[in-house]
T-cell receptor, first 115, second 110 residues
Framework: GAGVSQSPSNKVTEKGKDVELRCDPI?????LYWYRQRLGQGLEFLIY????????KSGLPSDRFSAERTGESVSTLTIQRTQQEDSAVYLC?????????????FGQGTRLTVV | GEDVEQSLFLSVREGDSSVINCTYT??????LYWYKQEPGAGLQLLTY?????DMKQDQRLTVLLNKKDKHLSLRIADTQTGDSAIYFC??????????FGAGTRLAVHP
């Protein structure tokens, strides 16, 4: 597609359930990022994929969070045993990665509400 | 480590200039960026500056870079209500990873 696509756009889940969020990056973009943005707050880095390199997972807040990426395409962010504190907008971005001027393109986000 | 810092909030009157400041840590960053997030939307690139430049002007936007102090600023002239948004500063860190500040929320009032 023309841009970064995220699904679902909204997700309401019960506390304790697992959720899976999906990101389709722009074709050809080797770099992919996941961020969390709580209501009224800034971006919180979660994870960074760059080509075939080992992902930078330094931002994952707990072992309940994990992410995978298949080659240079789709990525899924999984949150196990969701908690109310996980409620936020989860943003995905992709970029060319290996270019020196590496503009990141963002999806519209998935709004997760844990009740 | 790699870090980008911004003040969290700025309030200006319509028609005045807004100046949003940012400090970064990676002196090797080749490009520095300003992104804008409007309510309910993702981030979009607003402007960028190459590290060998001191200033870049683009219509109402002026970016100033002080490499010695690792300080980046974004000036918006004649600020309008449509400029109300969150503005994020970003640098390029190791492995070409973009590192964002927490964002500055700009509120424009009449």
């Amino acid at each position: 597609g023309a841009g970064v696509s995220q699904s679902p756009s909204n997700k309401v889940t019960e506390k304790g359930k697992d959720v899976e969020l999906r990101c389709d990056p722009i074709s050809g973009h080797t770099a992919l990022y996941w961020y969390r943005q709580r209501l009224g707050q800034g971006l919180e880095f979660l994870i960074y994929f760059q080509g075939n390199s080992a992902p930078d997972k330094s931002g994952l807040p707990s072992d309940r969070f994990s992410a995978e990426r298949t080659g240079e395409s789709v990525s899924t962010l999984t949150i196990q045993r969701t908690q109310q504190e996980d409620s936020a907008v989860y943003l995905c971005a992709s970029s060319l990665g290996y270019s020196l001027n590496t503009e990141a393109f963002f999806g519209q986000g998935t709004r997760l509400t844990v009740v | 480590g790699e870090d980008v810092e911004q003040s969290l909030f700025l309030s200006v009157r319509e028609g005045d200039s807004s100046v949003i400041n940012c400090t970064y840590t990676d002196s090797s960053s080749t490009y520095l960026y300003w992104y804008k997030q409007e309510p309910g939307a993702g981030l979009q690139l607003l402007t960028y500056i190459f590290s060998n430049m001191d200033m870049k002007q683009d219509q109402r936007l002026t970016v100033l870079l002080n490499k010695k102090d690792k300080h980046l600023s974004l000036r918006i002239a004649d600020t309008q209500t449509g400029d109300s948004a969150i503005y994020f500063c970003a640098e390029i860190g190791g492995y070409n990873k973009l590192i964002f500040g927490a964002g500055t929320r700009l509120a424009v009032h009449p």
